[in-house]
């Protein structure tokens, strides 16, 4: 395990800073999850970590150690690819051993250890195929096991579930976080899918144009943004926004209810909703309507569970509702969140 910090970390390329005065403390065995749209700097920052890019300013610290000038290989991490980078021409075994031969360990050594990690992600069975004779899971496990065998005090994992389908997403999520809480590594993660952010993360760091926007637990991020780009990219659909009172009121889908959704007594406030298209999902409803009058004509979406029976047709006019606690304001100049007392 090991604490990561970065002190005013920043990367130039010709068109601009691509990482720009990141300030970011990862604590001992966190799983610390860096989201962002492509281009908002997450791989070039854990690239950076991992010392496969040299910061034009800044400092990195492992433990409270400077490794900022230290190569790759003497900063103890391991990093995952999205290619997953096997050897085409070696066995899942020699794939797992290479790191291993590489720091030239004794051979009965590297077999004992390339068991332990095959059989931790359960590809023990495994170990005499190539690449090429295993299944997208199959090889993003080996990647994995070639990962954890080093036993590095750091994992850096560049978007390593992407080019799985959507089904197998689900379930490598679910044992990725199962193994990191196993062997309690200190990990950081990349990724532009905020599912996979809000599944995964302890804590998330949302990135764009090289700048941080929040650092928070899922529950954090997800129901306090810190401004508008924050609550405009996480959720999907994303927050509803308009303008109201010299404000931006935002509101997620899924609190934006036909009134007979909750209870007489609950604090409300009530936006008019001309619906003019449903979708219906099995699990809940996606309605699509533009506020009327008298606010701005400003298009919204609700997303209605199942639970909720109200009829809704489209073309229709309904007297939708958001509980007033539910209600986030922003400041139309700066998009930060305003607080309201």
Known sequence: MATVETRAITKRFDGGNAVDGI??????????VLLGPSGSGKTTLLRMIAGLETPSSGAILVDGRDVTELPPRERNMAMVFQSYALYPHLTVFGNIA??????RMPHDQVAEKVGWAAKLFGIDHLLMRKPRQLSGGERQ??????AVVRQPVVFLLDEPLSNLDAKLRTSARDELQQFQRRLATTTIYVTHDQIEALGLGDRIVIL??????????????????????VATFIGSPPM???????????????HFLPREAYPADEAVTSFPLQVTRIENLGSDRLVYGVLEPPLPPVKAISRIPC????????GARYGFVVRSRDLRHFDPQSGRRHETH
Do not use: C, S, W
């Not at 496990?141 to 070639?146: K, S, Y």
């Not at 144009?209 to 943004?225: A, N, S, W």
């Open 98 to 103: 290479f790191p291993l031969e590489g720091q």
């Open 23 to 32: 300030d970011l403390a990862v604590r001992e065995a966190e799983f610390l």
């Open 141 to 146: 496990r080996v990647a994995l096991a070639r």
């Open 307 to 314: 639970t909720v029976t109200v009829p809704i047709e489209a």
């Open 240 to 254: 509803n926004m308009m303008e109201q009172h010299g404000l931006v009121t935002g509101f997620r889908p899924e």
């Open 208 to 229: 764009n144009h090289g700048h941080i926007h929040q650092i928070g637990t899922p529950k954090e991020v997800y129901e306090h943004p810190a401004d508008m780009f």
